[in-house]
């Protein structure tokens, strides 16, 4: 039963998400209205084209997005049309006159995420983005509510579902890259620019608004060290397969303790080579996993659809509720929280175990240069492997080098020693592993 005034919402954007939230809340509008205790009432949906959408009623179709974030009957903007511009702006217009704000654009809150808080907090209004991180998967509200009297030390996951999409296909089923990246453009999974997706940019800004909300200090994209997957050949998926792991598109977000006691976040997003038996391994097509560590909770895991339209329409409708009721209650979700403010750390900061494949002469001497090269740079190593070539013949060999962990930074100048042996055609491949190896 409706108890309070309608809550009136402004949809920006009716794409892949968009169109499934105007279903969703016409569809099941009694349901919401039930379990906020007012009405939901959609009074404009910002299109470009209104011709193409014919699922809207054409009174609600604007193409005027500047007009529909000012009129002041709006009580709510969800936001799903992604990109900083001009969104930025047409956000900040709707939180300055004391609207609230769903979104879903991660890319808007990892560049801009405290000026967004700060226009919020001014107007006493709430700033709620559930869809943005993990799609329909409950991350951003476990972290912010659920886990804010905990210390997180560590989350880490699969947050891109068309990286994990296209990975997944080609480990299981030998598809071609440019091929899988095409089915999940289909699927609705990429983003509107799929280089986002494919170079780690859309994982990274996730990676940014985790770590902000994990360790309460602002973390922005800047801030994360970024590898994509472009450079993932099929070559490197055997060789993964070769000794026990899949190769998974990674964010990692850890608090870290400095030498003298010092804490300070490492945030970054790459490749990396998972044993099987990790249960990150095992998370296929679109969907994500995320690992969260916490010193009382101990190991927690988060797992669901982390793409899609309708899944992703689930966590905005979530946000809409909650922020519903925030209203009739007079009161407001979670600001931000970052009195932490504790230092990013480079990529110099953080050791890995590395998988190297060097295409190099099949003669005697080679194997003790390579050792001299690793020996040199202070670099352990774990196991060296010769096969025959793995691409093509010719009269070389591959080696496949797995090391014990090394800071980043050295492994660079092992790399590049490597590549000035004379016995060596090429460093082929340079991959982290994560974790215990068959
Ligand atoms: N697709 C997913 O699986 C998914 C999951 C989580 C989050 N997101 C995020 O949700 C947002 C939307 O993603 P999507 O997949 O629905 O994108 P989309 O490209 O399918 O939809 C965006 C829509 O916004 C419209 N639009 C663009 N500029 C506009 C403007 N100035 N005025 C009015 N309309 C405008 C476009 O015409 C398009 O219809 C993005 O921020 C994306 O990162 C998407
Ligand atoms: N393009 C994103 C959408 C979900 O944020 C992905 O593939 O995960
Ligand atoms: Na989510």
Known sequence: MSRGPALRVALLGAGVVGSQVARLLTENGDEFAARIGAPLELVGVAVR?????????????????????????????VEVIGGIDPTRELLLTALRRGASVVTANKALLAEHGP????????????????????????????????????????????????????????????????????????LGFAEADPTADVDGFDAAAKAAILASIAFHTRVGASDVYREGIAEVSAADIRAARRIGCTIKLLAICERLTDDDGGEAVSARVHPVMLPDAHPLAGVDGAYNAVYVEAESAGRLMFYGPGAGGAPTASAVLGDLVAVGRNRLAGGRGPRESA?????????????????????????????????????????SISTVRQEGRDTGGGEGAALVVVTHAAPDTVLSDTVARLSELEYVHRVTSVMRVMGDLR
Do not use: C, K, Q, W
Request: hydrophobic share 50%; glycine share 8%.
């Open 339 to 379: 009195a932490a403010d504790l230092p990013a750390r480079s990529m110099e900061s953080v050791s890995s175990r590395f998988h190297i494949s060097l295409d190099v002469d099949d003669r005697s001497g080679v194997l003790a240069a390579v050792a001299g090269a690793f020996a040199e740079a202070g670099v």
């Open 115 to 186: 000026e967004l808080y700060e226009a919020a907090d001014a107007a006493g209004a709430d700033l709620y983005f559930e869809a943005a991180v993990a799609g329909a998967i409950p991350l951003i509200r476990p972290l912010r509510e659920s886990l804010a009297g905990d210390r997180i030390t560590r989350v880490m996951g699969i947050v891109n579902g068309t990286t994990n999409f296209i990975l997944s296909a080609m480990t299981a089923d030998g598809v071609g890259y440019a091929e899988a990246l095409a089915e999940a453009t289909r």
């Open 49 to 77: 084209r209104p011709a193409r959408h014919p699922e809207v009623p054409a009174h609600l179709l604007t193409t005027d997005v500047a007009g529909l974030v000012a009129r002041d009957d709006v009580d709510v903007v």
